[in-house]
């Protein structure tokens, strides 16, 4: 049986809201669960941080369909690696296979159903060949579905539909991490999103709704609902003819 060995999240130095108020949720919903905070890189350090050279980003910078990728992009980019290189220390250290690993984002809210799904349904049903699996918000097509609880968004830009948003929350399956850190140090950086589904076979997504959600991206301070009891459904709007794909549709179309 899997388990959930530990949390990290990531989190700038200056949140200090979003620290306590993730760390709070984290005692109350994940019981029994270790976590550890992970400071993201910003731009003012990006430049001098470690991960900017051990990952080479300084030769895979590149500009994607004409632009260079955003600061507050490398940013995210990098801090995911770094937190990967720690979640990989942890690996080491236990060398289990049944070891798992949450990474958040320090704007995630989730509530006391996600735990208990994550041991009792989720693990006991993920495909062979799982790498990472996590709660999305796209598009996808039926044949993306991999039984009634995951989608299969390995390579979904090849595919040709939209797929956005995801790593907020994802878990690892602890044995992919070494492979997964090698293929962000050896292929073009983009943002974490599309590098992921443009990279990492063994990428799913939930199929179900899950009581998780990402806050406005405006920072706790500017965001009254940040821990609003009120939850996105993102995986059930993962579908088509909802009101997003028919817009992503019609604008492809223009």
């Given amino acids: 049986m899997l388990e959930l060995a530990k949390i990290f999240f990531i989190n700038m130095k200056k949140d200090h809201e979003r620290r306590e108020l993730l760390e709070a949720s984290l005692r109350e919903h994940f019981r029994g669960v270790p976590f550890e905070r992970i400071e993201a890189v910003t731009p003012e350090?990006?430049?001098?941080?470690?991960?900017?050279?051990?990952?080479?980003?300084?030769?895979?910078l590149k500009p994607i369909d004409g632009v260079y990728p955003l600061p507050g992009t490398i940013?995210?980019?990098?801090s995911h690696y770094q937190a990967l290189r720690k979640i990989e220390s942890e690996w080491r250290v236990h060398q289990r296979p049944d070891c798992c690993y949450l990474l958040l984002e320090d704007d995630c809210v989730f509530d006391g159903t996600v735990y208990p799904?994550?041991?009792?349904?989720?693990?006991?049903?993920?495909?062979?060949?799982?790498?990472?699996?996590?709660?999305?918000?796209?598009?996808?097509?039926?044949n993306d579905r991999v039984g009634d609880l995951f989608f299969d968004v390995s390579g979904a830009r090849d595919k040709n539909w939209d797929y956005y948003w995801g790593t907020?929350?994802?878990?690892?399956?602890?044995?992919?991490?070494?492979?997964?850190?090698?293929?962000?140090?050896?292929?073009?950086?983009t943002d974490t999103d599309g590098w992921?589904?443009?990279?990492?076979?063994?990428?799913?997504?939930?199929?179900?709704?899950?009581?998780?959600?990402?806050?406005?991206?405006?920072?706790?301070?500017t965001n009254p609902n940040y821990a609003s009891p009120r939850f996105e459904d993102r995986t059930n709007r993962f579908r088509r003819g909802s009101i997003l794909s028919r817009a992503w549709d019609l604008l492809r179309a223009a």
């Fill in 75 to 78: 940013c995210c980019n990098l």
């Fill in 117 to 142: 799904k994550i041991k009792n349904t989720i693990f006991p049903s993920l495909p062979e060949d799982w790498k990472l699996v996590k709660h999305s918000l796209g598009k996808a097509i039926q």
């Fill in 45 to 60: 350090t990006m430049w001098e941080h470690e991960a900017f050279f051990k990952g080479r980003l300084c030769d895979r």
């Fill in 196 to 221: 992921m589904r443009c990279n990492i076979d063994g990428n799913y997504s939930f199929a179900q709704h899950m009581h998780i959600k990402q806050s406005n991206l405006g920072g706790s301070n």
């Fill in 168 to 189: 907020h929350f994802v878990i690892y399956n602890g044995r992919s991490i070494a492979e997964i850190i090698r293929l962000m140090e050896t292929t073009l950086i």
